[in-house]
């Protein structure tokens, strides 16, 4: 499988997969495009990507999945939403990125006070 | 409550349904798409650009579509797993809380069970013992027994023919012969009695046993005279020997010190019981060739069949006939398993045990789906709601199989239980052949009680399964969950019963047949009286008495001496060997006057008894005619024997025997001098409690110059016979310190010659009382039902005037339209099985119209108590309660 071509730190898919559809059910397309929209188009994602994740988070009962007839085409689509485990997990991974980022901040921003050696 | 109907079922459902795997995720992607190229149409592309530009933003779609294909087949094989686990898991604990409900039915489900399982477990755990498994020897198949067939039927190998099977015969790898016996094997100062056998070279090699510790017998041991060494077992040496790390310096005393250079290891005990072997010496051996003195076995070549090997041996002894003509008997050879030999006298009861356990377990099965369908009728209501609710028939099939599994699976755990405690009682009645010893619950009959136990629940629980669900829907709702009693049920009922009591009556009926069959064997007259005689086998070491007859006889005169004067000894004699002691003496003899057999060499044969002492007082054996031995019979005074009445009979019929002279034939017939009968005394059973009169004739020890047995057996009669042990003991050491002693009732070994007829009656005996026990508990259940639904019924007779005496016939008379029919088909059933019981067991000589009529009025009886119980609870029923009840 072709790693995606931008800089994604492995894992981030699924936690922008799963934010995603904390605002609801949403098939694979609607996903795909909310993310590179609410993104400002910055997160260049090779498209194809999201559905082995999707298909991953479906295994692990983290999402699940029905086959709708989606109201604005009138074609069916297959219908995404998170499960409880979904939602918990969701929280796990923000707080987790959220350590992360502040700690990479903060190692980014401190100045030392005289020289380390 | 919940109701297995719907709930977390829906799981199972998916909202929509499946699409084929394929399908699912190449119609996602081509959605995806679709879509994307809609979108970058709407901003203005061209349409053919647009969808290539989705196809591009897309990426590798052919290992996007196979990797996501690959993770939902993963998905939903795992899901269906899951689904069934939980439907499952859901199913037991439904089952376990409505059993648990339910304490009475259960309890009793789970007994009647374990009696038809237990009975089972037992009898094939036996049955796999002694049939089943192999023996435990390397290629135990392979391994044969070898007899000749002669003029009297068939026995063991003269020794001459022996060499030449074991030089030419082609069909064996290996093929050996033996002696076994009890001896009096000496350890430092302390006599020990001690089965052994004496083995030829190959012995080690047919059974592919190899020594714990030591060597084996090395060839040039086994050479004429034999080589003074002994292999000894696993036990003897520890518990004998001391278990010595070392066998260096090791000796025993046998008829000469041997050295012991090996130890076998646990569990070979072939002979059975040998704790010691030594190589068998060929210069002791009768070169007569129709001397059937060893016992052989092989071990047949691969691919060899024992038919074949028979076949070749034959041929040796055609040829062997027309070379030895003069001193020859044997007409073919005999070659079978070794394991046949072994089970051949336990084989019928076994398979007579085995039958009637199965009759057992189709009454407990009878039982269980009358129960369950009584139960699943009362829960027509539940099972009604739960249809209604959705819950498809196959569910609610499954739920009642569920039920059924685990009560069998409760119920084979019982049965085991069941069956231990049994084992362990039978253990100490059962006849030697089946070495009960051995017979433990493994995983074969684990496994044999849980694949019964799991048919019996397919038996049992499917079809009561099928009437419930078939009736829940339709009727159940309607009747207001007051559930069934429809005739056509009642039907299934009377049939259920009159099984149960058909069944019953057939085991009952055998069993008493036949117990009273074998009541009557043992009560044959065996013409010597056991009670208040003790016994004590006495073994004289060879190590001092050697062949020294003299010395042999000074011994037990001595003993008989100092015994007849001891206090509470009424009459004291020994014999070579008691009748029903086994392994009876018998060989050729000559009779003045009398013409010469076929063979040359003798008139006839007969069972011959070397006496001591008072014997014949000592066994209660009556004297006829003449006298017995007297003190003055003794070496220097003219030989004399004694005969019985089946001998005198054959011999000189219609005529006195008192007179006439007889002698044993064989080796020493040229220089052993006629006896003169002095006297006649009753024929007393020799081989087992069922054979006929077998010619006996018998010799006082003093004047029987040849005779050099060293083991023997004491009767001492007393009026307080187990006060005598501690006599007998003590007049022994008094003379011999070294000579062991093994004493018991005499009645033991008449015990011991009739255990397969108690074992097989005392088994039947248990199996007929727990089948009387099905039928009273499946009869008692089943009107107890029939009340229950009627108790409305009921209700309305007595407030309408009825009587509690009417109604309790009317209850009684119900339940006699299952017991009647089933005590016909009984009797038809129990007809047919004595038939086959009479072809097959001699001991049964027909219909026994007592004990068969016993039984059936013993089963009637019951049936008729189980039924009234039930319907004196039916009269105490308060009409306005009853009527109330709806």
């Known amino acids: 499988m072709p790693e995606t071509p931008m800089h994604l730190f492995k894992g981030t898919l699924d936690v922008l997969i799963l934010k995603t559809l904390s605002w609801g059910p949403a098939h694979g397309y609607a996903v795909s495009r909310w993310i590179r929209q609410s993104s400002g188009d910055d997160l260049k994602i090779e498209e194809g990507a999201l559905y082995p994740a999707l298909r991953r988070l479906e295994e692990g009962g983290l999402v699940t999945a029905v086959w709708r007839r989606v109201p604005d085409t009138g074609r069916e689509a297959r219908v995404y939403s998170l499960t409880p485990e979904g939602r918990r997990a969701l929280r796990m991974e923000v707080a987790a990125w959220q350590r992360y980022v502040d700690a990479f901040a903060r190692v980014l921003e401190t100045k030392p006070e005289r020289a380390l050696v | ?886």
């Open chain 2, 1 to 886: 409550m919940k109701l297995p109907g719907r709930g977390r079922d829906d799981d199972e459902l998916p909202l929509s349904p499946d699409r084929q795997v394929d399908d699912d995720v190449r119609s996602e992607l081509d959605f995806h798409i679709a879509e994307r190229a809609a979108e970058l149409e709407a901003r203005g592309m061209a349409r053919e650009q647009a969808m290539t530009e989705a196809r591009a933003l897309f990426g590798d779609r052919a290992s996007i579509e196979t990797e996501c294909r690959t993770i939902e087949q993963r998905r939903r094989s795992t899901r269906g797993r899951s689904v069934r686990a939980r439907a499952l898991r859901q199913d037991i604990t439904v089952g376990l809380r409505v059993l648990r409900r339910a304490p009475a039915f259960t309890l009793a489900a789970i007994l009647t069970l374990a009696v038809g399982i237990g009975a089972n477990a037992t009898v094939f755990s036996i049955v796999n013992q002694a049939i089943l498994q192999p023996l435990p020897y390397p290629d135990a198949d392979r391994i044969v027994k070898v007899t000749e067939r002669h003029a009297r039927g068939w026995g063991n190998l003269p020794y001459p023919t022996f060499l030449d099977f074991e030089r030419d015969a082609r069909s064996f790898d290996a093929i050996t012969a033996y002696q076994d016996g009890v001896g009096t094997v000496l350890v430092g100062n302390t006599g020990y009695r001690v089965h052994g056998a004496e083995v030829s070279s190959e012995f080690f090699r047919v059974f592919a046993v190899r020594p714990l510790m030591g060597r084996l017998p090395l060839p040039g041991e086994y050479a004429a005279g034999g080589g003074p060494v002994a292999v000894v077992s696993h036990a003897f040496w520890r518990d004998r020997l001391g278990a010595p790390a070392s066998l260096t310096g090791v000796r025993v005393k046998l008829d000469r010190d041997v050295a012991v250079v090996g130890v076998m290891p646990a569990g070979f005990d072939y002979p059975a019981g040998s704790e010691l072997w030594r190589p068998l010496d060929g210069a002791d051996q009768s070169l007569s060739r129709t001397a059937h003195n060893l016992e052989a076995v092989g071990k047949l070549r691969a691919g060899i069949s024992p038919q074949s090997a028979a076949g070749e041996l034959t041929a040796m002894i055609t040829r062997m006939s027309a070379q030895y003509a003069a001193d020859f008997d044997a007409t073919g050879g005999i070659v079978v398993r070794l394991q046949d030999t072994l089970v051949e006298g336990v084989r019928k009861p076994l398979f007579l045990l085995f039958a009637a356990s199965a009759v057992l377990l189709l009454a407990a099965c009878t039982n269980l789906a009358s129960a369950q369908l009584a139960r699943g009728t009362a829960r027509g209501s539940e099972f009604a709601v739960r249809a209604a609710l959705g819950a498809s028939r196959l569910r609610l099939v499954r739920q009642l199989l569920t039920e059924s599994t685990l009560l069998a699976m409760l119920g084979a755990g019982a049965g085991l239980l069941l069956a231990r405690g049994l084992l362990a009682l039978l253990r100490s009645i059962a006849p030697a052949g089946l070495h009960l010893e051995r017979v433990h619950i493994d995983g074969w009959v684990a496994a044999f009680a849980f694949v019964v136990a799991l048919g019996t629940a397919l038996l049992f629980g499917l079809y009561p399964a099928l009437r419930v669900s078939e009736a829940t829907t339709s009727l159940a709702l309607r009747e207001g969950g007051r559930g069934t009693g429809g005739p056509s049920r009642m039907r299934v009922w009377h049939a259920l019963v009159a099984s149960e009591v058909a069944l019953a009556a057939m085991l009952l009926v055998s069993s008493a047949v036949l117990v009273r069959s074998f009541v009557n064997v043992m009560q044959v007259d065996l013409g010597f009286n056991a009670t208040d005689t003790r016994m004590a086998q006495v073994n004289l070491q060879s190590a001092t008495y050697g062949d020294t007859t003299p010395a042999t006889a000074r011994f037990h005169e001595a003993v008989l001496a100092r015994l007849r004067g001891a206090p509470g000894v009424t009459a004291v004699g020994f014999a070579n060997r008691l009748p029903l002691e086994g392994g009876n003496p018998s060989g050729g003899m000559l009779v003045e006057g009398k013409p010469m057999a076929p063979n040359g060499v003798n008139t006839g044969n007969a069972i011959y008894r070397v006496v001591g002492g008072d014997y014949f007082a000592a066994l209660g054996i009556p004297v006829l005619e003449g006298r017995t031995f007297l003190a003055s019979d003794d070496r220097a005074a003219p030989p004399v024997a004694i005969v019985d009445a089946e001998f005198a009979r054959l011999q000189w019929p219609g005529e006195s025997a008192i007179g006439k002279r007889v002698k044993p034939a064989g080796m020493d017939g040229g220089i052993e001098p006629w006896h003169t009968v002095v006297g006649v005394v009753g024929g007393v059973r020799a081989g087992s409690i069922t054979s006929p009169f077998i010619p006996t004739y018998y010799f006082d020890h003093r004047q029987r110059v040849s005779w050099r047995s060293q083991s023997v057996s004491y009767a001492v009669r007393g009026p307080n016979p187990t006060a005598l042990d501690g006599t007998v003991q003590r007049e022994i050491a008094a003379v011999d310190p070294q000579v062991p002693v093994e004493q018991g009732a005499l009645s033991r070994i008449i015990r011991n010659a009739m255990a397969e007829q108690r074992f097989t009656m005392l088994l039947l005996g248990i199996f007929a009382l727990l089948s009387l026990i099905l039928a009273v508990v499946g009869i008692h259940a089943v009107v107890a039902y029939a009340v229950a639904q009627r108790t409305r019924e009921i209700g309305v007779r007595l407030a309408l005037g009825a009587t509690p005496a009417q109604v309790r016939d009317m209850v009684v008379r119900h339940a006699m339209r299952g017991v009647v029919p089933g005590l016909v088909l009984g009797a038809v059933l129990s007809f047919v099985a004595l038939r086959a019981l009479r072809a097959w067991l001699s001991e049964v000589t027909g219909v026994d119209p007592i004990a068969s009529a016993a039984a059936f009025l013993l089963l009637a009886v019951v049936g008729v108590a189980a039924s009234v119980i039930p319907a004196r609870r039916a009269t105490r029923v308060d009409p306005i309660v009853a009527i109330r009840a709806e």
